[in-house]
């Protein structure tokens, strides 16, 4: 059975508290199972990881290796930044989607660039909890049994 892991970085802790017109009333919880009821629909198994510590999250990239077949990864602000997550992803070699509840392009012009998404095979945003789901089905896509 295809293995992937779900990363949620720094603050999507706070989901369903932190500026819920933005990302919304739903919870991590709530967003966690909705990805669980996919990956069953899919026949796949999921499992999550969530810090606000950008070394934690490249400990967790680095331990992916050989025990997953893809990630789904919404590094929340490590992703305008973070040369490390990049570097982690980019050294696994795993296939990543980088994913995104708002539409980072429609908000402050620093979130509109991603240092971590040319390590990934794409990118969603702007889709709320469904472009975790949807990637999840892209990531099934590319990483055939």
């Known amino acids: 059975m295809r293995r992937f892991l779900v990363i949620n970085g720094v603050n999507l802790n ?7 017109g933005i990302y919304g009333t739903n919870t991590l919880e709530g967003l966690e199972k909705q990805i669980s009821k996919k990956a069953q629909e899919l026949g796949v198994e ?14 967790k990239i680095q331990q992916a290796f050989g025990v997953f077949d893809g990630i789904v990864m919404n ?3 490590f992703t305008h930044y973070s040369y490390a997550i990049r570097d982690a992803l980019g050294s696994v070699k795993l296939p990543a989607i980088e994913v995104h509840i708002s539409n980072i392009h429609k908000r402050e012009e620093f979130r509109h660039h991603s240092v971590t998404v040319p390590e990934c095979i794409g ?3 702007g889709l709320g909890f469904k472009g975790y789901e949807l990637a999840l089905e892209a990531l099934c896509d590319a990483v055939k049994d």
């Open 14 to 20: 706070m989901l369903g508290i932190r500026e819920p």
């Open 46 to 59: 999921v499992e999550f990881f969530q810090s606000n510590y950008e070394g934690a999250i490249c400990e």
């Open 75 to 77: 590094p929340g602000a």
């Open 123 to 125: 990118q969603i945003c």
